[in-house]
């Protein structure tokens, strides 16, 4: 069955980095995107880009150019989500979350667990 | 992109009907039917429950049904049943190659 399990928590002081990875099972990994979804605590969901698992090619929420690098790893079917310059407010959940694909594309269908990010002094 | 706009709670009694909406603009739900709808229980990931606007993955209950009418798409829920009562979310494409997700909509079962 698909899964998608992600990398433990984090607890970054800002300005720092943070590197998320997503590790999938049970598909043909390049056959479908990554979507990156972050939950501030008590807050809604928010888009923060997709990675295409076959090429590469990546795009991204406005909000997070610039600071967002996705990228993917095929021999370990990993995909990762850094983000650089960290503010108290990148403070959230962020899962990842494998796309429907044909006939459904940009329709995040299996969802890891999520990866608590914490950016505090 | 701002987010898609939904009501911020929603309740009913079980057995009754509830909808709720998702408002967005011609550059996203007016323009494209890839709209899904997500459950996301307290301190869970979000499920999905429908895409393109009205189509339930495998194991989703025909009693959630969606729709949608110019730029704003419908999630109906029949039947209310108890463990119903979760926060549910609407997305939609953009036109910026992007996805837009709405606020969220808080549903109590009474």
């Known amino acids: 069955q698909v899964q998608l399990v992600q990398s433990g928590a984090e607890v970054k002081k800002p300005g720092a980095s943070v590197k998320v990875s997503c590790k999938t099972s049970?598909?043909?990994?390049?056959?479908?995107?990554i979507h990156w979804v972050r939950q501030a605590p008590g807050q809604g969901l928010e888009w923060v880009g997709k990675v295409n698992s076959r090429d590469g090619g990546t795009n991204s929420a406005q909000n997070f150019q610039g600071r967002v690098t996705m990228t993917r790893d095929t021999s370990a079917t990993t995909v990762y989500l850094e983000l650089s310059s960290l503010r108290s407010d990148d403070t959230a959940v962020y899962f990842c979350?494998?796309?429907?694909?044909?006939?459904?594309?940009?329709?995040?269908?299996?969802w890891g667990q999520g990866t608590l990010v914490t950016v505090s002094p | 992109q701002s987010a898609l706009t939904q009501p911020p709670s929603v309740s009913g009694s079980p057995g009754q009907s509830v909808t709720i909406s998702c408002t967005g603009t011609?550059?996203?739900?007016?323009?494209?039917?890839?709209v899904s709808w997500f459950q996301q229980p307290p301190g869970t990931a979000p499920k999905l429950m429908l895409y393109q606007v009205g189509d339930r993955p495998s194991g989703v209950p025909d009693r959630f049904s969606g729709s949608k009418s110019g730029n704003t798409a419908s999630l109906t829920i029949s039947g209310l049943q108890p463990e119903d009562e979760a926060d549910y979310y609407c997305s939609s494409y953009t036109s910026s190659s992007t996805l837009v997700f709405g606020g969220g909509t808080k549903l109590s079962v009474l």
């Open positions: 049970g598909y043909p990994f390049t056959s479908y995107y």
């Open positions: 011609s550059s996203d739900i007016g323009t494209y039917n890839r």
């Open positions: 979350a494998r796309d429907g694909g044909s006939g459904s594309f940009f329709t995040p269908k299996n």
